[in-house]
């Protein structure tokens, strides 16, 4: 089963036209449609979804309202100071923002004129997107009496309490945990493929956590842990220059990296990925940490993973320099290895200048 999430809706949110969730291309469609020229619209969640939603309307010219429910966004992905430096740049980009808010009641008849929030604040707007969290598809496995809490509850092996039906993707809870993220799932398929297959030996273990924010011109990422749970077992390696909104801090546990945050430039990200998933010991790396000054290679072409920044034209140079192998050129490029979602379109672009070289040759 790998029935998916849906967007979770407020209890008090009315059905009416205006009001969104962006979950579809279909929800992003209907959107486009229903905005006038020089829109006003709130986004409700300052989570990963919401910020990139905002971010993507300013760019566009529409006026944006956000209301958070708490006093800092992605409060569970960053720290208060990574949370602090994406206020500064959602404010930059021309964001109202209201924290500890909520909205309370909707106005229109026909369709959405406005909201008022808790605080009695009454906001006029043409449409609103709710942007709260998902909620799990469970619906069918507790009808074939599957054991759920949030998710459905599964094994090492993605079973559920039916070991012939297994559970993955964004229903699988497991140790208490639902992912929500493309790695995740992807990485739970491949142990249900093996197994499968014949190898008995793999096992889940959980996936790491990590979160990247699409937002042109600005990069943020978060690796496992955003904060030291104490300060006797844990360490911060933390390098911060405020004005120009650049951030860098690294957790370590018994010489291992175990989680970072990464504002202003996330040229690292692969490499900090590897480390605190491979748990490997730091040992003289540890002086590193702050130092990259590594030279990334600019987007060249239309953009495909937003994640890494790599362009159409960064991934045909590599596969012109005699790279064949689908692996190989995600891992060399970084493409793909964010959130995976681009690994379709960099597929077909390494088939399709694959099959032009053959013709070539062929001529
Ligand atoms: C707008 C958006 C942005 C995202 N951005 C990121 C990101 O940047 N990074 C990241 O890692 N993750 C991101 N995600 C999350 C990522 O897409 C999911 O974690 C991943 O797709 C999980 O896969 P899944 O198979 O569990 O669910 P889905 O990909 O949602 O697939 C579930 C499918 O099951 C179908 N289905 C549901 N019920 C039934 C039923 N009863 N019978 C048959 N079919 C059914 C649904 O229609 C759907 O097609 C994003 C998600 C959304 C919606």
């Known amino acids: 089963m790998a029935t998916g999430s849906r967007s979770?809706?407020?209890?008090?949110?009315?059905?009416?036209?205006?009001?969104?969730?962006?979950?579809?291309?279909?929800?992003?469609?209907?959107?486009?449609?229903?905005?006038p020229k020089n829109a006003h619209v709130v986004v409700v969640g300052?989570?990963?979804?919401?910020?990139?939603?905002?971010?993507?309307?300013?760019?566009?010219?529409?006026?944006i309202t956000i209301i958070h429910r708490v006093s800092r966004f992605l409060n569970r992905q960053l720290?208060?100071?990574?949370?602090?430096?994406?206020h500064e740049e959602m404010v930059d980009q021309g964001c109202d923002i209201y924290y500890n808010d909520e909205v309370q009641l909707y106005y229109g008849r026909s369709k959405l004129t406005g909201i008022e929030l808790k605080s009695g604040r009454r906001i006029n707007c043409d449409a609103i997107i709710l942007a709260i969290g998902t909620t799990p598809n469970i619906e069918l496995a507790k009808e074939t009496g599957l054991d759920c809490k949030r998710?459905?509850?599964?094994?090492?092996?993605?079973?559920?309490?039916?070991?012939?039906?297994?559970?993955i993707g964004e229903i699988a809870e497991f140790e208490g945990t639902l992912y929500g993220i493309t790695a995740a799932a992807e990485q739970q398929a491949e142990i249900v493929a093996k197994f499968h297959n014949g190898d008995i030996s793999s096992y889940y273990k959980g996936s790491l956590f990590m979160n990247i924010i699409k937002i042109h011109g600005f990069d943020l990422c978060?690796?496992?842990?955003?904060?030291?749970?104490?300060?006797?077992?844990?360490?911060?390696?933390?390098?911060?220059?405020?004005a120009k909104?650049?951030?860098?801090?690294?957790?370590?546990?018994?010489?291992?990296?175990v989680g970072t945050i990464l504002?202003?430039?996330?040229?690292?990200?692969?490499?900090?990925?590897?480390?605190?998933?491979?748990?490997?010991?730091?040992?003289?790396k540890r002086l590193q940490l702050l130092r990259s000054g590594k030279k990334t290679e600019p987007v060249s072409g239309k953009l495909v993973c937003s994640c890494n920044n790599v362009g159409a034209g960064n991934l045909l140079k590599?596969?012109?320099?005699?790279?064949?192998?689908?692996?190989?050129?995600?891992?060399?490029?970084?493409?793909?290895?964010?959130?995976?979602?681009?690994?379709?379109?960099?597929?077909?672009?390494?088939?399709?200048?694959l099959k032009e070289e053959v013709l070539e040759k062929t001529n």
Request: proline share 4%; glycine share 8%; net charge negative.
């Open 8 to 35: 979770t809706l407020p209890k008090n949110a009315p059905s009416l036209p205006g009001i969104f969730t962006m979950r579809s291309r279909t929800d992003a469609d209907n959107f486009k449609k229903h905005i």
């Open 46 to 63: 300052g989570g990963l979804l919401g910020l990139e939603m905002a971010a993507s309307l300013r760019e566009i010219g529409v006026k």
């Open 79 to 86: 720290d208060p100071l990574g949370s602090q430096m994406l």
């Open 151 to 167: 998710g459905v509850l599964v094994n090492e092996r993605l079973q559920t309490n039916d070991p012939s039906i297994y559970a």
């Open 222 to 242: 978060s690796i496992g842990l955003s904060e030291c749970p104490d300060d006797q077992n844990y360490e911060e390696i933390v390098f911060i220059d405020k």
């Open 245 to 257: 909104r650049y951030y860098k801090k690294c957790i370590i546990h018994q010489d291992r990296l």
């Open 263 to 284: 504002i202003g430039d996330k040229t690292e990200f692969l490499e900090f990925r590897e480390l605190i998933a491979n748990k490997i010991e730091l040992s003289d």
């Open 318 to 353: 590599k596969i012109t320099s005699g790279c064949s192998d689908f692996k190989e050129l995600c891992e060399s490029t970084g493409a793909g290895m964010g959130c995976g979602s681009c690994k379709p379109e960099v597929k077909l672009i390494l088939q399709e200048a």
